[in-house]
Each structure stands twice: as C-alpha cells, then as structure tokens.
C-alpha cells in the first residue's frame, strides 16, 4: 500500500526566504506526482505535475524534483512572499490510478 | 474555460438525516473523483468515475454512501443516513482521462450536529 509522508508538517519562514519541503513515498512504481496548494477553507489548486519519466518541473519561483528509485521529491519555492502562506500538498499516482496524499506541509511566510 | 463546480459549498444537517452533493466537471474531462478530507489530513478517493461507469469504488461506504453519473457529465454523491463521523469537507476533482493532470472543485465543507 503507497504511503506519501510530508516532512515538516508545518513551517514558518520570513519573506524572501527559499524554502524547500519534502515529499517520500514508498512505493516507486508511480505514474505521476503532483504539488498542490490548499487555502484555507478552499479546494486544492494544482501547481507542479511530474511524470514519472522526468526529473523536474518548473513554473515561476516554483521548481519541484522527482527521484523515483529513492521515493523522493521536493518543491523548491525561491523568494518567499506573504501569498504564498497556504498548505502544500503532495500526491502520487500509481497504477490504481488513484492520487495517494500526504497530510501536508502547512507554510507560513512572515512579511 | 470554467473550473470543476460543486454545491452546495457548506451543509449542516443532523445526523440520521440525507444530504447530497453535487458536482459539473471540466467540459470535456471524461474521468470524474470524489475525495472526502478530514482536518488536517490529505484527501482520499471515495469514488473514481470513467464517464459514467463507477471504475474504482473500493473506498466507499456502500452502507450509507452512493454516487451516480447517469450522463457522464454530472455527478451526484449522497450520504443516507448521515452520521457524527462523515464530517469533512468533500471534493470532487476531474481530468481528461485516467493518468491526467486532476483538478479539483472549491469541495462542500459538510458538518453532522
């Protein structure tokens, strides 16, 4: 059964900082994963979608990694702003094709 | 070109009583999902619609939940009857086919007094 675990649960940095949050899965075998960003009390809006053929993906300050064979990525968010205080989520899809979650990692970017 | 919508966006019932929920994906998105999320926890799959044939339904409670999508288009998810424990927020999401890029709706915040 895949497992998506998200290292650290929550963070709190100041404005400009680079940041980078963690993502681990156990079961390699993935289709895709996918970044997504929750607001509170919102849906989840997707940011970064990595097949499991490529290594990253960018899009604005944002660039997200994917190391299949250690079951690893991380989202990389350059020159923090307040906006981009939200909860970040990470999901993979395997061959059920159904997107498995973390539990997130909860940003807070301090003006 | 317009997101996945759902409605209601809030609903407080009693519990034992019905409640349904609502969702129009992405013209053109063939596959539709339903995820329940509790506080502080990522979403998971209740339901995953190819047009309108339920493919993967292993995670819903078939006691009290149901789904349909009569016309591949709309979906509809209900709970009967609600109970203390089914309050979450409940997300629909859809992608042009199976493996695709999901999107996901605003979800409808449901909480059980």
């Known amino acids: 059964k895949q497992e998506v675990t998200q290292i650290p649960a929550a963070l709190s940095v100041p404005e400009g900082e680079n940041l980078v949050l963690n993502c681990s899965f156990t079961?390699?075998?993935?289709?895709?994963l996918q970044w997504f960003r929750q607001d509170p009390g919102k849906g989840l809006t997707s940011l970064l979608l990595i097949q499991s053929s490529q290594r990253e993906q960018t899009s604005g300050r944002l660039n997200a990694s994917l190391d299949k064979s250690s079951g690893r990525s991380t989202l990389y968010i350059a020159a923090s702003q307040p906006g981009d205080s939200a909860t970040y989520l990470c999901?993979?899809?395997?061959?059920?094709?159904?997107?498995?979650f973390g539990k997130g990692t909860k940003l807070t970017v301090n003006p | 070109e317009a997101g996945v919508v759902q409605s209601p966006r809030y609903k407080i019932i009693e519990k034992k009583q019905p409640v349904a929920f609502w969702c129009n994906p992405i013209s053109g998105h063939n596959t539709l999902y339903w995820y329940l999320q509790n506080l502080g926890q990522g979403p998971e799959l209740l339901i995953r619609y190819e047009n309108e044939e339920a493919v993967d339904d292993s995670q819903l409670p078939k006691d009290r939940f149901s789904a349909e999508r009569l016309k591949g288009v709309d979906s509809t998810l209900k709970i009967q009857p609600a109970e203390l424990g089914d309050s979450a927020v409940y997300l629909c999401?859809?992608?042009?086919?199976?493996?695709?890029?999901?999107?996901f709706g605003p979800g409808t915040r449901l909480t059980v007094t």
């Open positions: 999901a993979v899809q395997g061959g059920s094709e159904k997107l498995v």
């Open positions: 079961d390699s075998a993935i289709y895709n």
């Open positions: 999401a859809s992608s042009f086919t199976s493996g695709e890029e999901q999107y």
